[in-house]
T-cell receptor, first 109, second 114 residues
Framework: TQLLEQSPQFLSIQEGENLTVYCNSSSVFSSLQWYRQEPGEGPVLLVTVVTGGEVKKLKRLTFQFGDARKDSSLHITAAQPGDTGLYLCAGAAGNKLTFGGGTRVLVKP | EAGVVQSPRYKIIEKKQPVAFWCNPISGHNTLYWYLQNLGQGPELLIRYENEEAVDDSQLPKDRFSAERLKGVDSTLKIQPAELGDSAVYLC????????????FGPGTRLTVL
């Protein structure tokens, strides 16, 4: 069974602060995806990283895939209240996605 | 382009009653997934279809859960009889086979079993 562990489970910060969410596994994935989920909605894909060591930037969000393709991080610069949500990482192996337990982020104005 | 459609959005039933959820995936997506998500946790796969074939149902509790995707488009997930522990959000997702497995999720059905 492939497991993905996310840390921290919960993060509460003030608007303007930076934050980092981590996603770790002992398994190698062909790609890794990050989703954000808001209450009452399904997860929405933010980014897919494929190559070991890859870094992708999406406005204030920076995603990194570990060299060994086992771990990833999501960094948010100058967080805003609109960044509040449940952040999920998901590792892909074939057509199967394995989701982490999620990190709940609260950005207070 | 319409996203993944699920209905109903909310369902409240008493234990031992049956319940069914419906999902219509994005047009052209041949892979469909049903997930269960408990509060504050990540989705857990119940079943995956490629066209009309269930290719991964290893996590589906087959004593009470069943699913079908008869024409390879929309799908129904059923629970009979429901138990208190089945209270959760049931998410449907779809993807295009052969890509990076980027899944598109519906809004989910929140089930409460009393």
């Amino acid at each position: 069974t492939q497991l993905l562990e996310q840390s921290p489970q919960f993060l509460s910060i003030q608007e303007g602060e930076n934050l980092t969410v981590y996603c770790n596994s002992s398994s190698v994935f062909s790609s890794l995806q990050w989703y954000r989920q808001e209450p009452g909605e399904g997860p929405v894909l933010l980014v897919t990283v494929v190559t070991g060591g890859e870094v992708k930037k999406l406005k204030r969000l920076t995603f990194q895939f570990g060299d060994a393709r086992k771990d990833s991080s999501l960094h948010i610069t100058a967080a805003q209240p609109g960044d509040t949500g449940l952040y999920l990482c998901a590792g892909a192996a074939g057509n199967k996605l394995t989701f982490g337990g999620g990190t709940r982020v609260l950005v207070k104005p | 382009e319409a996203g993944v459609v699920q209905s109903p959005r909310y369902k409240i039933i008493e234990k031992k009653q049956p319940v069914a959820f419906w999902c219509n995936p994005i047009s052209g997506h041949n892979t469909l997934y049903w997930y269960l998500q408990n509060l504050g946790q990540g989705p857990e796969l119940l079943i995956r279809y490629e066209n009309e074939e269930a290719v991964d149902d290893s996590q589906l509790p087959k004593d009470r859960f069943s699913a079908e995707r008869l024409k390879g488009v929309d799908s129904t997930l059923k629970i009979q009889p429901a138990e208190l522990g089945d209270s959760a959000v049931y998410l449907c997702a779809s993807s295009f086979q052969g890509g990076l497995n980027e899944q598109f999720f519906g809004p989910g059905t929140r089930l409460t079993v009393l």
